[in-house]
T-cell receptor, first 111, second 114 residues
Framework: GESVGLHLPTLSVQEGDNSIINCAYSNSASDYFIWYKQESGKGPQFIIDIRSNMDKRQGQRVTVLLNKTVKHLSLQIAATQPGDSAVYFCAENHPGNQFYFGTGTSLTVIP | GAGVSQSPSNKVTEKGKDVELRCDPISGHTALYWYRQSLGQGLEFLIYFQGNSAPDKSGLPSDRFSAERTGGSVSTLTIQRTQQEDSAVYLC????????????FGPGTRLLVL
């Protein structure tokens, strides 16, 4: 999966299926994480965030899971739609420092 | 409400020319960031402004790159004597107070240096 150092370049899923995009982070001091969606020709768009005092957070059709033990973050998209096709970035932050962004996973939804 | 805006959306220039890229952050946001995104790459941090503090310029790749933020709002990123390797998407973001908060991005300026 994606990491703030490595990445899984592409993921293809059938429309209606669930998607899981993974991200590994390296800094155990990071306490705030964000998933962004970037459509072609546009800037990154905030999807969902999570702080390190939580291990799960749900939004509309999206869920972020945080496993601090193995420093792993995932984004789950339920009932994936064609409009979900985009590049998804994770970003990590630890206090007083800038965000570090992963290189992104390209999600393609097959109709 | 209005988000982060950037102009121009696209810029084509010749090698050696100077370019200026503009960013209007979300009203009331005191923190502003510039990033560079090359094709298929992640976001490369360039510079960070926070209120009236001295900017964090640690990400600027060379002295050809500079940025200003006037009146605590609009920012301009200037690239002097552009090179072909400067071709990229330049993204601006803003957040309410500090760099440890959610950043909201503009649509980017796509720069092509011929």
């Amino acid at each position: 999966g994606e990491s703030v150092g490595l990445h899984l370049p592409t993921l293809s899923v059938q429309e209606g299926d669930n998607s899981i995009i993974n991200c590994a982070y390296s800094n155990s001091a990071s306490d705030y994480f964000i998933w962004y969606k970037q459509e072609s020709g546009k800037g990154p768009q905030f999807i969902i965030d999570i702080r390190s005092n939580m291990d799960k957070r749900q939004g509309q059709r999206v869920t972020v899971l945080l496993n601090k033990t193995v420093k792993h973050l995932s984004l789950q998209i339920a009932a994936t739609q064609p409009g979900d096709s985009a590049v998804y970035f994770c970003a990590e932050n630890h206090p007083g420092n800038q965000f570090y962004f992963g290189t992104g996973t390209s999600l393609t939804v097959i109709p | 409400g209005a988000g982060v805006s950037q102009s121009p959306s696209n810029k084509v220039t010749e090698k050696g020319k100077d370019v200026e890229l503009r960013c209007d952050p979300i009203s009331g946001h005191t923190a502003l960031y510039w990033y560079r995104q090359s094709l298929g790459q992640g976001l490369e941090f360039l510079i960070y402004f926070q209120g009236n503090s001295a900017p964090d310029k640690s990400g600027l790749p060379s002295d050809r790159f500079s940025a200003e933020r006037t009146g605590g709002s609009v920012s301009t990123l200037t690239i002097q004597r552009t090179q072909q390797e400067d071709s990229a998407v330049y993204l601006c973001a803003s957040s309410v107070l500090t760099q440890s908060e959610t950043q909201y991005f503009g649509p980017g300026t796509r720069l092509l240096v011929l």
